[in-house]
T-cell receptor, first 112, second 113 residues
Framework: GENVEQHPSTLSVQEGDSAVIKCTYS??????FPWYKQELGKGPQLIID?????GEKKDQRIAVTLNKTAKHFSLHITETQPEDSAVYFC???????????FGKGTTLSVSS | DGGITQSPKYLFRKEGQNVTLSCEQN?????MYWYRQDPGQGLRLIYY???????QKGDIAEGYSVSREKKESFPLTVTSAQKNPTAFYLC????????????FGPGTRLTVT
C-alpha cells in the first residue's frame, strides 16, 4: 500500500528565515497531496494542496512543489513568523477510495 | 456555523468498558473518516465512509466499530478489544468529487485507565 515519508521530524528556524519540509510517496498512482498544520491540542488544518497535474502552487507565504518523476513533494514557508510554529503533516491519496495516508509530521519552531 | 464537531473534548473510561465518540458535520460532505493520533506516529486511519450505510476498514480497525446511518454523523465505538485505546481521536469529513479535500474536527482525547 501507499507509504509517505516526511523529513525532517523537527525543524528550528529564526523568524524571517525560510523553512522547507519534504515528503516522498511510494504509489505512483497518487494524485492528490495536501499539507496540514496542527497546533497543540487542536485538529489539523488544511493549509495548501496540490494535484498531480500541477507542478507548483503558491498561497501568500506558503508554496508546495511536486516532482512526480521522483515521487516527492515539498512545503516551502517564506518569511517565517512565530505563529508558524506548529506540527506540519503531508499526505497523499492513492487510487483506492478517498482516504489519505499521512507522514509522521514535522515540528517547526520559529524563534524571534 | 458550519463545521465538524466532536464531543466530548476529553473522555475518561475504565479498562473493559466500551465508549462511543461522537462526530457530526454540517458541511454536506459525503465522506467521513476516523483517525487515531499517537505521539510521533502521525495520523493513522481507523475507518472511513464514502456514502451513508457503507464504510471500510482502515489500517488499524481492530477493536473499533462505526456506523453511518445519517450523512451528518459518523460515531466511533472503541471496544474493550482495543488493546491500547488511550489516544487523540480525530474525525474528518471531505468531498469526493471533483476533489479530495478533507477537513478535521477538534478531536477527542480518550484516556483509559
Amino acid at each position: 500500500g501507499e507509504n509517505v515519508e516526511q523529513h525532517p521530524s523537527t525543524l528550528s528556524v529564526q523568524e524571517g528565515d525560510s523553512a522547507v519540509i519534504k515528503c516522498t510517496y511510494s504509489d505512483s498512482a497518487s494524485n492528490y497531496f495536501p499539507w496540514y498544520k496542527q497546533e497543540l491540542g487542536k485538529g489539523p488544518q488544511l493549509i495548501i494542496d496540490i494535484r498531480s497535474n500541477v507542478g507548483e502552487k503558491k498561497d501568500q507565504r506558503i508554496a508546495v512543489t511536486l516532482n512526480k518523476t521522483a515521487k516527492h513533494f515539498s512545503l516551502h514557508i517564506t518569511e517565517t513568523q512565530p505563529e508558524d510554529s506548529a506540527v506540519y503533516f503531508c499526505a497523499a491519496k492513492g487510487q483506492a477510495g478517498t482516504a489519505l495516508i499521512f507522514g509522521k509530521g514535522t515540528t517547526l519552531s520559529v524563534s524571534s | 456555523d458550519g463545521g465538524i464537531t466532536q464531543s466530548p473534548k476529553y473522555l475518561f473510561r475504565k479498562e473493559g468498558q466500551n465508549v462511543t465518540l461522537s462526530c457530526e458535520q454540517n458541511l454536506n460532505h459525503d465522506a467521513m473518516y476516523w483517525y487515531r493520533q499517537d505521539p510521533g506516529q502521525g495520523l493513522r486511519l481507523i475507518y472511513y465512509s464514502q456514502i451513508v450505510n457503507d464504510f471500510q476498514k482502515g489500517d488499524i480497525a481492530e477493536g473499533y466499530s462505526v456506523s453511518r446511518e445519517k450523512k451528518e454523523s459518523f460515531p466511533l465505538t472503541v471496544t474493550s478489544a482495543q488493546k491500547n485505546p488511550t489516544a487523540f481521536y480525530l474525525c474528518a469529513s471531505g468531498v469526493t468529487h471533483p476533489g479530495y479535500e478533507q477537513y478535521f474536527g477538534p478531536g477527542t482525547r480518550l484516556t483509559v485507565t
